[in-house]
């Protein structure tokens, strides 16, 4: 591959417990009970207004859209870099992955939420750009920000890969074209269905396997 895109949340880093943690300061100031872990992941991957939303539903919280996502965001602004950890083996495979192809972030966090936590890890040199969700190329599974990627890169569907956890990620790396490799480490691997994979994806259990099967 010559072009190599990477998911954030779930795939270079682990976030869950910063975004468990914040939604659930926003449901305290609303007099609503927690959620665990368990139920964050499941909510987590087409941007932070779908994941408020879906943590309100579920406790039935009724909040302003814009109120709520902007309370949201305060919180978890000043939690980023509490728990969030780059996944085991992540910054030995960017390194070597780095050698041979150009490697892009693609996430549906804010992009400067994105930066803050790759510089915060050490990760950002590694990235020649760093797409957010809060750009003029739109979320996941919505291909442009991914086909914009490429054109920087001056690279076809057929040289990129994208790597991601969930079902987002395999959506969005059809519609432009490309590879997908899934990350069944992630938090957001459960949220596709067996039935709905084709065949013709790369699986990665540990992001160390990542050189040995995207050099294939």
Same mark, same amino acid.
């Given at each position: ?9 779930? +795939?270079?880093? /682990?976030?869950?417990?910063?975004? +468990? ?14 959620? /665990? ?9 087409? =941007? *932070?207004? $779908?994941?408020? $939303? $879906?943590?309100?539903? *579920? ?24 728990? &969030? ?13 780095? #050698? ?6 693609? +996430? ?21 750009? *760093? ?13 442009? =920000? ?7 890169? =001056?690279? =076809?569907?057929?040289? &990129? ?8 990620? *395999?959506? +969005? ?16 691997? #459960? &949220?596709?269905?067996?039935? &709905? ?8 259990? $540990? ?10």
């Amino acid at each position: 591959m010559r072009l190599i895109v990477f998911d954030l949340d779930g +795939t270079l880093v /682990d976030s869950l417990g910063d975004l +468990t943690d914040s939604a659930n300061e926003l449901l305290a100031r609303h007099g609503a009970r927690p959620l /665990d872990d368990a139920e964050v992941a499941g909510m987590i991957g087409e =941007g *932070v207004g $779908r994941l408020v $939303r $879906r943590v309100l539903a *579920v406790r039935r919280v009724e909040l302003e859209p814009r109120q709520a996502v902007d309370e949201f965001l305060a919180i978890y602004d000043g939690r980023l870099l509490d728990r &969030t950890r780059p996944y085991d083996g992540i910054p030995e495979a960017l390194a070597a992955l780095g #050698h041979g192809a150009p490697l892009a972030v693609l +996430t549906n966090k804010p992009a400067a939420a994105a930066e803050r936590i790759l510089d915060g890890l050490r990760l950002r040199a590694c990235f020649q750009w *760093v797409m957010g969700g809060d750009g003029p190329n739109g979320r996941k599974p919505e291909p442009h =920000g991914l086909l914009a990627i490429m054109r920087a890169a =001056g690279r =076809g569907a057929e040289e &990129t890969v994208l790597v991601g956890d969930s079902a987002v990620d *395999v959506d +969005t790396a059809r519609a432009a074209g490309t590879r997908v490799c899934i990350a069944r480490y992630g938090f957001g691997f #459960h &949220t596709r269905p067996p039935e &709905t994979l084709r065949g013709d994806e790369l699986f990665v259990d $540990r992001p160390d396997e990542l050189p040995a099967v995207l050099g294939r």
